[in-house]
């Protein structure tokens, strides 16, 4: 099969694989990677997308399935468009427990092991742009996994990947910036312009958990462009490079009150700015048609832990709740 492929593309296929015999042990050992390794090789959208219905076709699907108008709706902006608008903040006392929660957790910033675990308020250092906190953390923060078992959200997955989704890669995390801060200048990591290689077909979603204007962090994604080839990079990409490959016109700057939310397939080129002031706190997770390493390897939660809200799909939930 090797033999077969482009140069070009053999010569990628070494660099991420170094041996075929090492990628199938790694595969056998960790399913989670089988898929992931090769997604940097797949590059083009209609390439993802015809793999995706070839693991689509083997997933579960939801019997007699009749989704809602709002969700088809949602399914058809994410195909066009790549994002959809903000939609109204959930209800402010959600908001308001989650917030309080996660401002009195710790988080860790895990590309700074070095910095270890600190509070919200008071990163360690102005070295670090971010602060993380774990999935256990997430797991039990009130509400969360009601939110990210939207019922909407999960038939507007079910249309965009034709199978039932696979709820991965939850996260939870905070983006200081600004003179509040110790007066952070450089953007790090995902607040700079990039792909999410991750899944071949899926869309985030994301809840602002804190007020976010064009000062406050937001994130910025340039329309259509998770149908484009142009930038199929896994690479950090300078503003400079994305304006002159899509232009300005396209580029859409998310913003809203604590609540608000949206939807985003981040295979579109897409980042979560620098704040210039103040911080930002984020929930995220994925809908994936393949699960990827980012989510844990067992189950953390079991399904009858009074954490667990009732009645949420154990395929969605594969990755976090055990039967």
Same mark, same amino acid.
């Given at each position: 099969?090797?033999?077969?492929?482009?140069?070009? &593309?053999?010569?990628?296929?070494?660099?991420?694989?170094?041996?075929?015999?090492?990628?199938? $042990?790694?595969?056998?050992?960790?399913g989670r990677y089988a898929i992931y390794d090769l997604l940097p090789l797949v590059?083009?959208? #209609?390439?993802?997308?015809?793999?995706?219905?070839?693991?689509?076709?083997?997933?579960?699907?939801?019997?007699?399935?009749?989704?809602?108008?709002?969700?088809?709706?949602?399914?058809?902006?994410?195909e066009t468009d790549g994002i959809t608008a903000a939609f109204a903040p959930v209800? %402010?006392? +959600?908001? !308001?427990?989650?917030?309080?929660? &996660?401002?009195?957790?710790?988080?860790?910033?895990?590309?700074?092991?070095?910095?270890?675990?600190? $509070?919200?308020?008071?990163?360690?250092?102005? #070295?670090?742009?971010?602060?993380?906190?774990? +999935?256990?953390?997430?797991?039990? !923060?009130?509400?969360?996994?009601?939110? /990210?078992?939207?019922?909407? =959200?999960? #038939? !507007?997955?079910? @249309?965009?990947?034709?199978?039932? %989704?696979?709820?991965d890669n939850v996260g939870c995390w905070w983006s200081w910036g600004g003179d509040?801060?110790?007066?952070?200048?450089?953007?790090?990591?995902?607040?700079?312009?990039?792909?999410?290689?991750?899944?071949?077909?899926?869309?985030?979603?994301?809840?602002?958990?804190?007020? =976010?204007?064009?000062?406050?962090?937001?994130?910025?994604?340039?329309?259509?462009?998770?149908?484009?080839?142009? *930038?199929?990079?896994?690479?950090? *990409?300078?503003?400079? #490079?994305?304006?002159?490959?899509?232009?300005?016109?396209?580029?859409?700057? =998310?913003?809203?009150? !604590?609540?608000?939310?949206? *939807?985003?397939?981040?295979?579109?080129?897409?980042?979560?700015?620098?704040?210039? $002031?103040?911080?930002? /706190?984020?929930?995220?997770?994925?809908?994936?048609?393949?699960?990827?390493?980012?989510?844990?390897?067992?189950?953390?939660?079991?399904?009858?832990?009074? @954490?667990?809200?009732?009645?949420?799909?154990?395929?969605?939930?594969? +990755?976090?709740?055990?039967?």
């Amino acid at each position: 099969m090797i033999a077969n492929l482009t140069d070009g &593309f053999r010569a990628k296929l070494r660099t991420r694989i170094p041996s075929l015999s090492a990628y199938l $042990r790694k595969a056998r050992a960790d399913g989670r990677y089988a898929i992931y390794d090769l997604l940097p090789l797949v590059t083009d959208p #209609e390439l993802r997308d015809g793999l995706a219905r070839v693991v689509a076709a083997q997933s579960p699907r939801t019997p007699r399935f009749h989704p809602s108008l709002e969700a088809r709706d949602w399914c058809r902006t994410l195909e066009t468009d790549g994002i959809t608008a903000a939609f109204a903040p959930v209800d %402010p006392a +959600i908001v !308001a427990d989650l917030r309080g929660y &996660f401002e009195n957790t710790p988080c860790h910033d895990p590309f700074r092991p070095h910095l270890g675990w600190f $509070r919200p308020a008071d990163p360690p250092s102005p #070295e670090s742009n971010m602060g993380y906190h774990s +999935i256990d953390q997430i797991l039990r !923060a009130p509400h969360a996994l009601s939110l /990210l078992n939207h019922p909407t =959200v999960l #038939e !507007a997955a079910e @249309l965009y990947l034709g199978c039932k %989704p696979v709820l991965d890669n939850v996260g939870c995390w905070w983006s200081w910036g600004g003179d509040s801060f110790g007066g952070r200048q450089g953007a790090k990591g995902t607040q700079r312009f990039h792909r999410d290689l991750d899944s071949l077909r899926g869309f985030k979603i994301f809840f602002y958990l804190t007020d =976010v204007d064009e000062d406050g962090g937001p994130h910025v994604f340039v329309k259509g462009s998770h149908r484009s080839r142009r *930038l199929s990079t896994g690479r950090a *990409l300078p503003d400079a #490079e994305v304006a002159a490959a899509f232009g300005t016109a396209d580029t859409v700057t =998310v913003t809203g009150p !604590a609540g608000s939310w949206f *939807l985003g397939d981040t295979y579109g080129v897409h980042k979560g700015a620098l704040p210039r $002031r103040g911080r930002r /706190l984020l929930l995220s997770a994925q809908y994936n048609v393949n699960r990827t390493p980012h989510g844990p390897r067992t189950p953390p939660l079991n399904r009858q832990s009074p @954490l667990v809200p009732p009645g949420l799909d154990p395929v969605v939930n594969r +990755i976090y709740l055990s039967p």
